[in-house]
């Protein structure tokens, strides 16, 4: 409501008479124990009208307010709406505003929050607020890393669409990647269900922002992601504004498709080597405006990140943290990446189980190969695809199995089991892809891999296997073995394993027992 359209003698005088009119409209009458029924009902009838007087009081005290302020300004609390009714729809006056400070608590106060709100927003209610310190407490057990570019909008991740699935392999992979330890995931409350739906393991717990304040059971997680983040839209913003400070904040600009957006800017994530990152951010034109959208976007992921009380990990408690958003928040960062959608191949690595056959692959997992050539096509096409599971197999972790199905002619298959996650591979097997005629443990060799690598003779008449040194390749491929698989005796095996490892040339081999 523009200050020049209100008549000149209107003033705060002229509203607080109206506010005294109203409220000697309001109905009364006494009420007595033992009055007759109706008296009594005639009686509770009398305050009916009660509810209308408060909405002109408030619209009354909204005009005084305005007729107060200096210069040609619109009011934040006062405002005309459409509305509609039985009869059509009509043109009405609603206020919006804010609660003042009982005069009981109106005494001096400390306030201490993990995400204390701006100056601009406190002295609302604390005209005198002081700001007297600000602590940050080291994390140095927490790793905080940053994906930027992911599609963690609910636009995009609405359904159960590609963008979906490749955020659950994402956090199917850090799963794994952490050492399969309990994982906490909060997203918005849409893509909670969406996520819960999609089957993730019983360790990795689902919550949506908004409802994680003071939350505490998950204080001992292993690792912690936050999905996107709460972003209000500009009018919403506006409007707790223009209800604080009582004046029509900037407008956020209006895009070319006439919808209101908030301005881009340029931020830097604070790395924990010194160096700076920046990223394109949001950020509301108006002071106050952007005040409220940081303590409802980047001050929900810092509550969110405490859910993991970081500042209480040890050297035995670590935690890491992935924040999947483009904000900057005032915590240290490890590393930064930008999106990169996981493989496949992440559903049989998250499963613990890494078949070889095309066909059982798309029996295991039809949801992602629908076909057996479906699952051939994916393994042509994608041949240089790292196989982490064999990749952790000379760390002792793996083992290695063939099946066999039933009927004539069936060859003998194999895969790769993480024991830490698969108890009884062939049940596991057997499951997934039917009985079994036939299933073995393959006594797995590492020795070397690396095409200068000249392996000498088995020979367990000698303390010692001996390997000729050669490079080490940290990332080994699927479509090239990265063992030697020997079939021994049981006797033989057990006097292999108590034999050490040499490797001539060297004085240690990473990753050989």
């Not at 999947?324 to 992440?346: I, M, Q, S």
Request: aromatic share 6%.
């Amino acid at each position: 409501m523009p200050r020049c359209n209100i008549h000149s003698s209107l003033n705060t005088e002229a509203c607080t008479k109206a506010i005294q009119l109203e409220w000697r409209g309001k109905e009364k009458h006494a009420l007595w124990p033992g009055m007759p029924a109706k008296d009594r009902a005639a009686a509770a009838e009398a305050g009916t009208n009660t509810r209308h007087i408060r909405t002109f009081d408030r619209v009354w005290r909204a005009v005084r307010e305005l007729v107060q302020l200096e210069g040609d300004v619109v009011s934040g609390r006062l405002f005309i709406a459409n509305h509609k009714t039985e009869n059509g729809t009509v043109r009405v006056v609603r206020t919006r505003g804010i609660r003042e400070v009982a005069r009981q608590y109106n005494v001096r106060t400390l306030i201490m929050d993990a995400t204390l709100p701006a100056k601009s927003i406190l002295e609302r209610w604390f005209p005198e607020v002081e700001i007297v310190g600000q602590i940050e407490v080291p994390m140095p057990h927490v790793r905080v890393r940053q994906i930027l570019g992911s599609p963690i909008t609910k636009k995009k991740l609405a359904g159960a669409g590609r963008n979906l699935r490749a955020v659950r392999r994402y956090i199917l992979q850090r799963h794994v990647e952490t050492g399969r330890g309990t994982v906490l995931v909060i997203a918005q409350k849409d893509i909670e269900a969406a996520l819960r739906a999609t089957g993730l393991p019983p360790t990795i717990a689902v919550e949506h922002f908004n409802a994680i304040e003071g939350l505490d059971q998950y204080k001992e997680v292993r690792l912690l992601v936050t999905v996107g983040r709460t972003q209000p839209e500009p009018a919403a913003v506006e409007a707790d504004a223009g209800a604080l400070s009582g004046i029509e904040p900037v407008k956020a600009a209006v895009r070319a498709n006439r919808s209101a957006w908030y301005d881009r800017v340029t931020r830097g994530v604070r790395m924990r080597d010194g160096r700076g990152v920046a990223v394109s951010c949001d950020q509301h034109p108006d002071g106050l405006g952007e005040a409220i959208r940081q303590q409802i976007c980047e001050a929900e992921l810092v509550q969110a990140i405490g859910r993991g009380r970081g500042v209480n990990r040890t050297g035995d408690t670590p935690l890491d943290v992935d924040v999947l958003a483009d904000v900057v928040l005032p915590v240290t960062v490890d590393g930064v990446d930008e999106w990169r959608p996981p493989g496949l191949e992440v559903e049989m690595v998250a499963e613990g189980v890494w078949l070889e056959s095309p066909g059982d692959m798309a029996l295991a997992w039809p949801a992602v190969w629908a076909t057996a050539q479906a699952a051939k096509d994916w393994l042509r096409t994608h041949h240089t695809v790292e196989l982490p599971l064999i990749v952790y197999v000379y760390q002792g972790k793996l083992h290695r199995v063939r099946y066999q199905h039933p009927g004539e002619r069936q060859k003998w298959r194999l895969a790769w089991v993480d024991p830490a996650a698969v108890r009884d591979a062939r049940s596991w097997l057997e499951a997934r892809l039917g009985p079994l005629s036939g299933y073995e443990v393959v006594t797995v060799l590492i020795l070397m891999r690396a095409d200068d690598h000249a392996v000498a003779p088995l020979d367990f008449a000698t303390p010692a296997i001996t390997v000729h040194p050669g490079p080490l390749q940290e990332k080994l491929l699927w479509f090239a073995p990265a063992v030697e698989e020997v079939f021994l005796t049981p006797e033989e095996v057990a006097a292999l394993w108590t034999l050490p490892p040499i490797i001539e040339g060297s004085t240690c081999c990473p990753g050989l027992p």
